[in-house]
T-cell receptor, first 107, second 114 residues
Framework: KNEVEQSPQNLTAQEGEFITINCSYS?????LHWLQQHPGGGIVSLFM???GKKKHGRLIATINIQEKHSSLHITASHPRDSAVYIC?????????FGAGTRLTVKP | DADVTQTPRNRITKTGKRIMLECSQT?????MYWYRQDPGLGLRLIYY???????NKGEISDGYSVSRQAQAKFSLSLESAIPNQTALYFC?????????????FGEGSRLTVL
């Protein structure tokens, strides 16, 4: 079993829909990261969380440390949100990555 | 210009050839990493370096070598490329003092071994 599991693997939505991507992990962490990878390949950091909730524009990330679970929400989704979203967990100089969720938002 | 630059961005080569992927950064970070990405799998760590001349093996180092001759540069070599090394390779940096794990990625180098 992978240490970081994401669901779903693939997600197709219509423009305007509310999106949720989930991440569960089985190891102790000091921080959890959400990353975005666009079709061109580059990876950028969206959020870093150690507790609670963070919001940036239409993106919201939450984490429940006790349940070892995090969610990434996108409100009012747009075709430009189409990308692969990657969850990664960090502890003691070690980063472990989920396999990613491929999101396609159709106009 | 990008803070973390990888060259080449795309490379097609043949089995048995030696390949070098280069990474340079302007962020002034001490830590540099090479990752490999395959479809359906998470990023996997090949090698990492916390300082000049410091080299550490990651999860999948077999068949690869690295060099860190300067703080800003970290190169990955495939001494004799094989088809299952076909993948997307990423260089990344992080700030030692921040200790948050936040990584800054290059744009990726797509390698195809025929």
């Amino acid at each position: 079993k992978n240490e970081v599991e994401q669901s779903p693997q693939n997600l197709t939505a219509q423009e305007g829909e509310f999106i949720t991507i989930n991440c569960s992990y089985s190891v102790g962490i000091s921080a959890l990261h959400w990353l975005q990878q666009h079709p061109g390949g580059g990876i950028v950091s969206l959020f870093m969380l150690s507790s609670g909730k963070k919001k940036h524009g239409r993106l919201i990330a939450t984490i429940n440390i006790q349940e070892k679970h995090s969610s990434l929400h996108i409100t009012a989704s747009h075709p430009r949100d189409s990308a692969v979203y990657i969850c990664a967990v960090y502890n003691n100089n070690d980063m472990r990555f989920g396999a990613g969720t491929r999101l396609t938002v159709k106009p | 210009d990008a803070d973390v630059t990888q060259t080449p961005r795309n490379r097609i080569t043949k089995t048995g050839k030696r390949i070098m992927l280069e990474c340079s950064q302007t962020k002034g970070h001490d830590r540099m990493y090479w990752y490999r990405q395959d479809p359906g799998l998470g990023l996997r760590l090949i090698y990492y370096s916390f300082d000049v001349k410091d080299i550490n093996k990651g999860e999948i180092s077999d068949g690869y070598s690295v060099s860190r001759q300067a703080q800003a540069k970290f190169s990955l070599s495939l001494e004799s490329a094989i088809p299952n090394q076909t993948a997307l390779y990423f260089c990344a940096t992080s700030d030692l003092s921040a200790n948050t794990g936040e990584l800054f990625f290059g744009e990726g180098s797509r390698l195809t071994v025929l």
